[in-house]
């Protein structure tokens, strides 16, 4: 079993719909983090959290330390969304990720 | 700042061979990583550095060599090249512990062992 677990693998929705994409994990961590794989290969870091919810513009990741799941969600998706999201365990500098799910958003 | 970047972009390797990847930072960040990534695999670290002088093995550290002479820059070794090696390699720094601080990630080299 890996040690994170992203769900679903490949998710297809209409342009405006709210999305959620789950991960959950079983190391301990030190901080959670939430990428963007771009359709060209180029990774970018959308969050990095270890409490909470954290919010950037349309995009929300929360985080449940003690049932050890984190989710991103979505709002408003446009098909510029569409990408791969991974998100990443952190624990004292060894990173373990999860497989990513691959987000299509159809205009 | 050019942020991480990785040369080459793209590497055809004859299994046995050998050859660096190199990776550099202009951020001044302590924290740099390499990374390999599979199809359906995900990305798996394979070292990583807290600072010049100091590295440390990842979950996949086989085949591979690192140093870390500068803070700048954190090549990637590989020895004796094997098919298994075929992959999408990925270097990312942050400013301090990967666990506290965002990672900036390069834009990956290509890697082909025939």
């Known amino acids: 079993k890996n040690e994170v677990e992203q769900s679903p693998q490949n998710l297809t929705a209409q342009e405006g719909e709210f999305i959620t994409i789950n991960c959950s994990y079983s190391?301990?961590?030190?901080?959670l983090h939430w990428l963007q794989q771009h359709p060209g290969g180029g990774i970018v870091s959308l969050f990095m959290l270890s409490s909470g919810k954290k919010k950037h513009g349309r995009l929300i990741a929360t985080i449940n330390i003690q049932e050890k799941h984190s989710s991103l969600h979505i709002t408003a998706s446009h098909p510029r969304d569409s990408a791969v999201y991974i998100c990443a365990a952190d624990s004292n500098n060894d990173m373990r990720f999860g497989a990513g799910t691959r987000l299509t958003v159809k205009p | 700042n050019a942020g991480v970047t990785q040369t080459p972009k793209f590497q055809v390797l004859k299994t046995g061979q050998s050859m660096t990847l190199q990776c550099a930072q202009d951020m001044n960040h302590e924290y740099m990583s390499w990374y390999r990534q599979d199809p359906g695999m995900g990305l798996r670290l394979i070292h990583y550095?807290?600072?010049?002088?100091?590295?440390d093995q990842g979950e996949v550290p086989n085949g591979y060599n690192v140093s870390r002479s500068t803070t700048e820059d954190f090549p990637l070794r590989l020895l004796s090249a094997a098919p298994s090696q075929t992959s999408v390699y990925f270097c990312?720094?942050?400013?301090?512990?990967?666990?506290?601080?965002?990672?900036?990630f390069g834009p990956g080299t290509r890697l082909l062992v025939l």
């Open positions: 550095s807290v600072g010049a002088g100091i590295t």
């Open positions: 190391v301990g961590i030190s901080a």
């Open positions: 990312a720094s942050s400013s301090g512990l990967a666990g506290v601080e965002t990672q900036y």
